[in-house]
């Protein structure tokens, strides 16, 4: 399937990219360069809209009174069989997968515009999610808008 890209952290170092909008390097770890990115576009924007929507509804379970024992199901459920509690987000990683994309050189930079809560694995647990950035440079793809998943850690988010 598609590689999505990630946005690396610089080693030994937390800082707060998210806030103070500096250029970070934009490469894949573990991925070998040229890295796919998909396209920012008023679909894509739909897409992760309703998938963030989706996601709400499946975390709200985890503020409201439960068992342990309910939690740990559910917990379960996320990691085994998303479909079941996630309706709709193995199709909204497929759709993203096929989206217009391009490629990066390794050193391309960006800045960070947007960390959504659409996750990028097909499991329902994992917590690297979509990332908008803007690709900084002196030549193309320079300006454009970009799709990469990410932990939001990475950039210092909450």
Known sequence: MFAFLSAAL????QPNYWNNGEKIPIY???ISPPLRVVLDDPEVRK???E?????????RFFTESHTNAEKLQHAYDLIHHPDQVL???REFVETMAKAP????PKKARGRVLQISRARCG???WSTVTFVRMVVIGKKLPSGMEVWVCENPMAFGAP
């Open 10 to 13: 610089l080693q030994g170092q």
């Open 28 to 30: 894949g770890i573990g």
């Open 47 to 49: 897409l992760i809209t």
């Open 51 to 59: 998938e963030e929507n989706r996601r709400d509804e499946a975390d």
């Open 87 to 89: 309706p709709g987000h």
């Open 101 to 104: 994309a391009i490629t990066l």
């Open 122 to 124: 097909l499991d329902g």
